[in-house]
């Protein structure tokens, strides 16, 4: 690593915001791994199954809008060590207490969303202390924090199988517990970090067109990572018959890079312009995930080629937040707050559209191939905007296309 990139902010920041998102991701997406062994016990229907492991993305998503507002009026640590906290009750208080039904499930699952909110905090919170020219890697290195899926998909079903699945709920809080003392202990807002925001401000980025288009592409991108990442261990036990643990192990697979490279991404944007490896990211992920919808391939098969899909999304989420902090240089926290929640809502709506698929179909498909048209349209999408982006001098000479 470059020595101007480590003088350049606070690495310790850098650190704590990293572990924060990673514990909170693999918290968020806990229901995932634990959903064939929770559907069991509770006689969920496919439908059920993918919405229970979609409810905790969904709220995410709109709780990353308020966490954007928070941070603008109280500073990113006070935010994240609040949030935190609450998470850690939910999981105690649902071990404790234990839950007996799907109701009680999606409420959980609701608590859950409170970590995927976590991403709404921990990026501006470092992106305020690096400049222009290091936020494509910096966000990639916070926003890796996704590598927590892995752990998840790891480990969650076969301490589910040996200490019972409400069991790994308490112990879940444990790590989160670690993180939050080493949280308070030595991450602090950036000096730089803007002025709060008013609604007023929404308003006016939401009646920008860019706004609209770095949100859809990321509603793909995240959508698509955190949307798999959450219902692939249901799909292969479904699909292929998988026992609970083996069907994690083929999800940390599936995810494993895709949640490495994401500084990838930011670096490969920094290089060649965000604009151009979003394009080619698009392309490959609507190429895999159509094969996938139009045919069962064996086991190995679907799984290098989801594989590839979801190293491909992991790149594009950081490709699209090198764009954020270009194109909207002053409202970073603001945007992402709102990148960020429609990143989850494209995650809840592949996740439960998987379900329901299933349940009313007979099949995955329909499910896939709708994705896969989405990427395609964002494709056209960040073509477009990158021609327009060329032709406007402002543009060109503000975001690297």
Known sequence: MQKSFLKAGHLPTLVACFLYFDLSFAVWVLLGPLAVLIADDLNLQPGQKGLMVATPVLVGALLRVLNGVLVGHWKARRVGIAMQLVVIAGLGLAWLLGLHSFGQMLMLGGLLGVAGASFAIALPMVSYWYPQEHQGVVLGLAGAGNSGTVFTSLFAPA???????????????????????????????????????????????????DAWWLMFF?????????????????????????????????????????????????????????????????????????????????????????????????????????????????????????VGMTGGVGGFCLAAGLGYARQFTGSYSYGFGIFALMALFAWGGVSLIRLRWRRDPAMLNSVSV
């Not at 409400?166 to 080493?182: F, R, T």
């Not at 954020?324 to 945007?335: C, L, N, S, T, W």
Request: glycine share 12%; proline share 6%; aromatic share 10%.
């Open 159 to 209: 301490l589910a199988l040996a200490l019972g699945w409400q069991n790994v709920l308490g112990l879940a809080a444990l790590p989160l517990l670690a993180v939050l003392i080493y949280f308070i202990l030595v991450a602090r807002d950036s000096p730089k970090s803007p002025a709060p925001r008013t609604l007023a401000d929404y308003r006016r980025l939401l009646g920008t067109p």
């Open 218 to 338: 990321y509603g793909i991108t995240f959508g698509g990572f955190v949307g798999l990442a959450s219902f692939l261990p249901i799909y292969f036990n479904d699909q292929y018959q998988l026992s609970p643990v083996t069907a994690g192990y083929f999800t940390a697979g599936c995810v494993f890079i895709g949640s490495f490279v994401r500084p990838l991404g930011g670096a490969l944007a920094d290089r060649i312009g965000g604009t151009k490896a979003l394009a080619a990211i698009y392309g490959v992920v609507a190429l895999l995930l159509a094969i996938i919808a139009v045919e069962k391939q064996p086991v190995v098969g679907a799984l290098a080629t989801l594989a590839v899909a979801m190293t491909a999304l992991g790149m594009g989420n950081g490709a699209v937040f090198q764009l954020v902090p270009q194109r909207f240089e002053g409202d970073v926290g603001i945007m992402t707050g709102l």
